[in-house]
């Protein structure tokens, strides 16, 4: 399984990224998908999810209303949409793939990651 992560670069605040996140060696269609992110010195964070057939999404508080999480099943994909970044947003990105559950927010719950791709936001 190979969960491969794009997108990220140097984004002034208030700036938009899309990040991207390739899937294969999977039947993507029966893995809800996450995001997380990791800032120096600080522990992995969820981010956001997306339920199996895209439908249902989820997100902390903290992006909500400027982040948004989609799927495309047909491409095996998952993107992240971030507007109006922040400083705070700066952070090494992981998109993860969950068989068993779906919107979960805990790290344990998700069986493949990616290696990341790193977002810095700067004033």
């Known amino acids: 399984v190979q969960l491969q992560a794009s997108g990220g670069g140097l984004v002034q605040a208030g700036g938009y990224l899309r990040l991207s996140c390739a899937a294969s060696?999977?039947?993507?269609?029966?893995?809800?998908m996450g995001w997380f992110r990791q800032a120096p010195g600080k522990e992995r964070e969820f981010v956001a999810a997306?339920?199996?057939?895209?439908?249902?999404?989820y997100y902390t508080d903290s992006v909500k209303g400027r982040f948004t999480i989609s799927r495309d099943n047909a491409k095996n994909t998952v993107n992240l949409e971030m507007n109006s970044l922040k400083l705070e947003d700066s952070a090494v990105y992981y998109c993860a793939a969950d068989r068993r559950y779906s919107d979960t927010i805990y790290l344990s719950d998700y069986d493949y990651w990616g290696l990341g791709t790193l977002v810095t936001v700067s004033s």
């Open positions: 060696g999977l039947t993507f269609s029966s893995y809800a």
């Open positions: 997306v339920s199996r057939s895209g439908v249902g999404v």
